[in-house]
């Protein structure tokens, strides 16, 4: 079992940066990789990010591409989302999520989930 717990979100303006931070616990946390996922009001839940489990590589959806950044400190068990020149229809809530496989969390899955924190983008 994995517990997540996120937390950073909060109110922002257009074009200021935000950074998500994912503290894990329980099973070894460098076993899996991690991603971040955001859900808008009556929209589906979206894949944001993952990062492999060393590292390494890092995917990313198309509309945060050159904004956002997702990165890890194995050692201290938390993955963070640095979000930049944030635009309103970022405003969703974020949660992380993780994988034995970066694969899985690409195509919106993963085995464990956080609760979410929320993100709003004002204009």
């Known amino acids: 079992q994995v517990r997540l717990v996120e937390s950073g979100g909060g109110l922002v303006q257009a074009g200021g940066s935000l950074r998500l931070s994912c503290a894990a616990s329980?099973?070894?946390?460098?076993?899996?990789?991690m991603g971040w996922f955001r859900q808008a009001p009556g929209k589906e839940r979206e894949f944001v990010a993952a990062?492999?489990?060393?590292?390494?590589?890092?995917v990313f959806v198309d509309s945060v591409k050159g904004r956002f950044s997702i990165s890890r400190d194995n050692a201290k068990n938390t993955v963070y989302l640095q979000m930049n020149s944030l635009k309103p229809e970022d405003t969703a809530v974020y949660y992380c999520?993780?994988?034995?496989?970066?694969?899985?969390?690409?195509?919106?899955?993963?085995?464990?989930w956080g609760q979410g924190t929320q993100v709003t983008v004002s204009l």
């Open positions: 990062i492999t489990r060393g590292g390494d590589k890092t």
């Open positions: 329980g099973r070894t946390f460098s076993g899996y990789a």
């Open positions: 999520a993780a994988d034995e496989l970066t694969s899985i969390l690409v195509l919106g899955r993963g085995d464990y």
